[in-house]
């Protein structure tokens, strides 16, 4: 098995000028991944997706190709722009089309959806889904994990039924997990995805991941976004319209059932008891790839195929999940687009919005689906896998599949942050919140949070030993010197700015402790918000 080293590619290396070709469609058809090339043995390395991506895009000149940034070790993070004249951001924005992002392989060794979004390519250079690009603009990123991508082992995801070569491991090269990294922006894989969420402004973005929990009997399991602090729109959308629709469509074509992600928990059919068994989601902090983009007004869908599957199925699994979630969005991309415009528009200031939340139970049981698996050995190294087994159990279980906010706060009409906060003002740069500096001293009547107590968390979390604050606002008058931030809530990204910058947030600066030295010993929260 090779494990490509560092590799240092421009984005002026990875395009593709348009290249006629009367065979073009054969030459993109006879393309082929890694896993179709080795009788799905092995996944695609770095160099093997950057390969492909290159001879796609030159089997096809609407397949254009750039980077979207760097990795730790630095490989460039390569993108392919399908249905716009150029890769660049001003000329995918130019179409006023529907923008679609598909990323892949967060987790290095989750990578089914490395593989469908090279599939997806191929069959874009063979001319397939044309009707697609007459309302959409794909804007594709295989593998996101590049560096976790690449430290291969047998064992990196435990029980999974292949594949047999091995495959990644799940954080990167820091030894983060990036689908924790949204909110602190530590490594720079979530830096460059931040960057291109503000410079593409895809309306909707997909997120491709592989489970290893419940032995459920579903196919692929997905999720919108989970944050309360989402706005209502695009959730009711997602879970009244586009999910139920798409796994109707699949169950009708091909038989397979798909459903919401969670995990099967308790032994007691008590409500309410302690071990209820119930079907519970995972978490709704927008540190998670979904529920960040759900905080920032677009469309988020993540999706997990199946471990106990076997390798080639839940790249199936994954590819017919992709096909049925873009053929809607380009069915509705009119309807799309105005849901995440009324979102941008939708004044949020003066309304309480969810600062933490906890899952709640519905009134009603749902049926879930469990399934069965048999125990292999791997016929490398002998340790044992589990393979899915075609039978559907239903059982009647206690929900807990959505969140409602504990603790909400009133959203102020504009935030005030020093121009000494260099760390917490880097930070929502990189988020794309808008800022401007004051140009004159103000006198301003303001609310200030005085600070009742301040805890550490005991134990750290990716490089942090997360911060709670308790305390109040109370009203006072501050003189504002030149130079002061000033953050509009009446700006697009308002929901992700109040998430960040409210001190009793559970997933902001706060939190992440990137404002402890301002913080230190004092009594009072260093950013205030307008009272008006």
């Known amino acids: 098995m090779v494990v490509a080293g560092v590799v240092v590619m421009t984005g002026v290396a990875l395009a593709q000028a348009p290249q006629p070709a009367p065979k073009a469609a054969a030459r993109a058809g006879a393309l082929q991944t890694r896993p ?9 390395t770095y160099e093997d997706v950057v390969a492909f991506m290159q001879a796609a895009a030159k089997a096809s000149p609407k397949i254009h190709l750039t980077t979207f940034g760097y990795t730790t070790e ?16 001003e000329a995918v924005r130019a179409t006023g089309k529907l923008r679609v992002h598909i990323q892949g392989n967060i987790h290095g060794g989750e990578v089914e959806g490395k593989e469908s979004a090279q599939i997806l390519l191929r069959e874009l250079a063979q001319g397939k889904h044309a009707d697609w690009l007459q309302s959409m603009v794909l804007i594709i990123a295989p593998i996101y994990n590049a560096d976790g991508n690449e430290r291969f082992s047998l064992t990196n995801r435990g029980r999974q039924h292949g594949p047999i070569g091995g495959q990644g491991q799940r954080p990167n090269a820091q030894g983060f997990d990036l689908n924790r990294d949204h909110m602190k922006l530590d490594s720079p894989e979530a830096r460059s995805f931040a960057r291109l969420l503000t410079d593409y402004d895809p309306h909707v973005s997909m997120d491709l991941h592989t489970t290893n929990g419940t032995r459920h009997a579903y196919h692929l399991t997905y999720s919108p976004p989970l944050n309360p602090a989402t706005d209502p729109a695009i959730l009711d959308f997602l879970r009244n319209e586009w999910l139920p629709a798409v796994t109707k469509t699949v169950k009708s074509k091909y038989g397979w059932d798909y459903y919401y992600y ?4 308790g032994q007691s059919n008590t409500p309410g008891a302690r071990d209820e068994r119930a079907w519970r989601s995972f978490d709704h902090r927008p540190r998670f790839n979904n529920n960040y983009v759900g905080l920032r007004n677009r469309i988020a869908i993540l999706s997990e195929a199946y471990a106990y599957s076997t390798f080639q199925e839940r790249i199936t699994a994954t590819s017919r999940f ?32 969810s600062l933490r939340a906890d899952m709640f139970r519905a009134p009603e049981l749902i049926e879930v689906l469990l399934g069965e698996v048999t125990t292999e050995k791997h016929p490398v190294d ?13 059982e009647r279980v206690a929900d807990y599949s959505q969140f409602k906010a504990t603790e909400t706060e009133r959203v102020p009409s504009t935030y005030y942050l020093p121009p000494a906060l260099a760390v917490a003002l880097e930070r929502l740069s ?25 805890e550490a968390a005991e134990r750290e979390f990716q490089g942090h030993r997360e911060r709670t604050l308790t305390g109040k606002w109370v009203a006072a008058e501050r003189q504002l010197p030149a130079g002061t931030l000033r953050v509009d ?30 913080i230190g010993i004092s009594k009072v929260y260093p950013i205030v918000r307008a009272r008006r």
């Open 262 to 265: 969670s995990n099967l928990t």
């Open 382 to 394: 002998g340790h044992a896998m589990e393979k899915r087994v075609d039978v559907r159990k239903p």
């Open 74 to 89: 630095g490989r460039p993070l390569p993108l392919a722009v399908i249905g716009a004249p150029a890769a660049t951001p």
């Open 430 to 454: 990189a988020h794309g919140v808008r800022m401007t500096a004051l140009t004159a001293p103000e006198t301003v009547q303001v609310e200030e949070f005085q600070i009742a107590g301040s």
């Open 489 to 518: 809530m009446t700006q697009p990204l308002a929901r992700l700015a109040f998430y960040l910058i409210e001190p009793r947030s559970d997933d902001g600066l706060v939190d992440w402790n990137l404002l402890d030295d301002a």
């Open 322 to 353: 992709i096909a049925e979630v873009v053929s809607y969005a380009h069915k509705h991309a009119a309807r799309i687009k105005q849901i995440t415009e009324a979102a941008d528009s939708r004044k949020i200031v003066g309304t309480q919005v």
């Open 36 to 44: 179709e090339r080795t009788n799905f043995d092995n996944t695609s």
